[in-house]
T-cell receptor
Framework: DTEVTQTPKHLVMGMTNKKSLKCEQHMGHRAMYWYKQKAKKPPELMFVYSYEKLSINESVPSRFSPECPNSSLLNLHLHALQPEDSALYLC?????????????FGPGTRLTVL | EDQVTQSPEALRLQEGESSSLNCSYTVSGLRGLFWYRQDPGKGPEFLFTLYSAGEEKEKERLKATLTKKESFLHITAPKPEDSATYLCAVEGDSNYQLIWGAGTKLIIKP
């Protein structure tokens, strides 16, 4: 099973709201990722967690706050977002310590910031 | 600088008309080259991972090949359901960080 699940599928929020995106995988992967994808562009890496510790933060604004509560779950907390943050947010997972390991993506959360 | 270039940007084919998509790359220390399919509004769906020049992989109507400079995704006798954007990405010396191409939008007309 190579399934990564994400909730919610769609989210509309105002600029003063606080919301969270959730991601789950049961493949035993210990690396998990958050990506942002704008229309007609490839995914853009935001964060990487390895063994539940943040290992890469691609200079993402602090209004995005990742959390990895355990090896299967990954959250992205959102606060005071801007309209330009509207995008498809993708979660992915892969094996750790395996160079060239395949990243498996979830279906994404379509975020609209009003 | 690590770079991935996909061509063409868009490709329109008649059903059954075979063709190839190209992914040219420049990367220090190739660890893997990945092909994904993406439908509008959905996450990328994994297709293939290639690790070394000369490697080939097949799945249904798709075949991926790899040389030291480029990869091809060959599609044989495509069907309308093969319509999607095909993304190529490489992993070099920077662990976990994929370098992405801009994608090829494939449209198969019945």
């Amino acid at each position: 099973d190579t399934e990564v699940t994400q909730t919610p599928k769609h989210l509309v929020m105002g600029m003063t709201n606080k919301k969270s995106l959730k991601c789950e995988q049961h493949m035993g992967h210990r690396a998990m990722y958050w990506y942002k994808q704008k229309a007609k562009k490839p995914p853009e890496l935001m964060f990487v967690y390895s063994y539940e510790k943040l290992s890469i933060n691609e200079s993402v604004p602090s209004r995005f706050s990742p959390e990895c509560p355990n090896s299967s779950l990954l959250n992205l907390h959102l606060h005071a977002l801007q309209p330009e943050d509207s995008a498809l947010y993708l979660c992915a997972s892969s094996e750790v310590g395996h160079p060239g390991g395949t990243q498996y993506f979830g279906p994404g959360t379509r975020l609209t910031v009003l | 600088e690590d770079q991935v270039t996909q061509s063409p940007e868009a490709l329109r084919l008649q059903e059954g008309e075979s063709s190839s998509l190209n992914c040219s790359y420049t990367v220090s220390g190739l660890r893997g080259l990945f092909w994904y399919r993406q439908d509008p509004g959905k996450g990328p769906e994994f297709l293939f991972t290639l690790y070394s020049a000369g490697e080939e992989k097949e799945k249904e109507r798709l075949k991926a090949t790899l040389t030291k400079k480029e990869s091809f995704l060959h599609i044989t006798a495509p069907k309308p359901e093969d319509s999607a954007t095909y993304l190529c990405a490489v992993e070099g010396d920077s662990n976990y960080q994929l370098i992405w191409g801009a994608g090829t939008k494939l449209i198969i007309k019945p």
